[in-house]
């Protein structure tokens, strides 16, 4: 399984990006997916995470703001983040893991098997 993500930049507040995970293996309907950011000098945090079955939850932070959906026929999971503020900066992580169940969700980062190679988002004030 190899995961690429893809869509970050530069962006002013209130602004808003769509990053983009591909799933290359033959396996995404198997896998509950997430995306974790990663700000300098912090630890790996939770942003939202999705599961086979398109259930979600968020990072207290980000909800109301970002979106996270899945496509399985483009084997790909996106990110959709709204009224960026300069403390979402970061690079930010989609990961996949297998999952028995079709609705269970992953929120800590030793949870996930694969990891894409990360993607950064500035947000300037």
């Known amino acids: 399984v190899q995961l690429q993500a893809f869509g970050g930049g530069l962006v002013q507040a209130g602004g808003s990006l769509r990053l983009s995970c591909a799933d290359s293996g033959r396996t995404f309907s198997t896998h509950a997916m997430g995306w974790f950011r990663q700000a300098p000098g912090k630890e790996r945090e939770f942003v939202a995470a999705i599961s086979r079955s398109g259930g979600n939850t968020y990072a207290d932070s980000v909800k109301g703001r970002f979106t996270i959906s899945r496509d399985s026929a483009k084997n790909t999971v996106y990110l959709q983040m709204n009224s960026l503020k300069p403390e979402d900066t970061a690079v930010y992580y989609c990961?996949?893991?297998?999952?028995?169940?079709?609705?269970?969700?992953?929120?800590?980062?030793?949870?996930?098997?694969?990891w894409g190679q990360g993607t950064q988002v500035t947000v300037s004030s």
């Open positions: 990961a996949a893991t297998e999952t028995l169940s079709v609705i269970s969700i992953r929120l800590r980062p030793d949870e996930y098997n694969y």
